[in-house]
């Protein structure tokens, strides 16, 4: 079966830096997406990566290794505004994606 | 701005009466469109793809005759719930990927509450 993990929640300090990792196991890959999604609101677009390696963009990156089933995302400096849940989504070989359940991302002063 | 629209934003209504949400790409066209529902701190679930001049397509589970899919035009896709039961309350999204991407550009999203 197709599988996204990662973590449920997370707690990080305004300032500081977290990395919130997702691993995947999916029939096919076609390129991992990171979505942020606040409550109560649509996801948003933050990144797409397909080969190998660290993108980055502004405060926000997002590494992928293809051959470990792996991605993360990075961000630094962070706001009270970041406190949202993140998602990792695949896309398989039918190029469907296959979400992750999110992760809870709780900013504290 | 947004590039994806959903109406209506929230809405309740009875057990047993029909419910429509409409998706509109705003500035550009999109022969694929997808459905998805959220219950409260899960992940998104894809209901079903919705084709413009052909039929959607739903995922496993997805009643067809409950869940109405019309792809009207290349802008506009509309989701009824038939029969709406307090079951039905979720949070329904539609997204849209655009031109030859694979980002999905999502829409705000419709609250349903079936009283």
């Known amino acids: 079966g197709q599988n996204i993990d990662q973590p449920t929640e997370m707690t990080a300090t305004e300032g500081a830096i977290v990395q919130i990792n997702c691993t995947y196991q999916?029939?096919?890959?076609?390129?991992l997406f990171w979505y942020q999604q606040h409550a109560g609101e649509a996801p948003t677009f933050l990144s797409y990566n397909v080969l190998d390696g660290l993108e980055e963009k502004g405060r926000f990156s997002s590494f992928l290794s293809r051959s470990k089933g792996y991605s993360y995302l990075l961000l630094k400096e962070l706001q009270m505004k970041d406190s949202a849940s993140y998602l990792c989504a695949v896309l398989d070989s039918n190029y469907q994606l296959i979400w992750g359940a999110g992760t809870k991302l709780i900013i504290k002063p | 701005g947004a590039v994806v629209s959903q109406h209506p934003s929230r809405v309740i209504c009875k057990s047993g009466t029909s419910v429509k949400i409409e998706c509109r790409s705003l500035?550009?066209?999109?022969?694929?469109m997808f459905w998805y529902r959220q219950f409260p701190k899960k992940s998104l679930m894809l209901m079903a793809t919705?084709?413009?001049?052909?039929?959607?397509?739903?995922e496993q589970g997805v009643e067809k005759d409950k869940f109405l899919i019309n792809h009207a035009s290349l802008t506009l896709s509309t989701l009824t719930v038939t029969s709406a039961h307090p079951e039905d309350s979720s949070f329904y999204i539609c997204s849209a990927p655009r031109g030859d991407s694979y980002e999905q550009y999502f829409g705000p999203g419709t609250r349903l509450t079936v009283t």
């Open positions: 919705s084709n413009e001049g052909s039929k959607a397509t739903y």
């Open positions: 999916t029939s096919g890959f076609n390129g």
């Open positions: 500035d550009f066209q999109a022969t694929t």
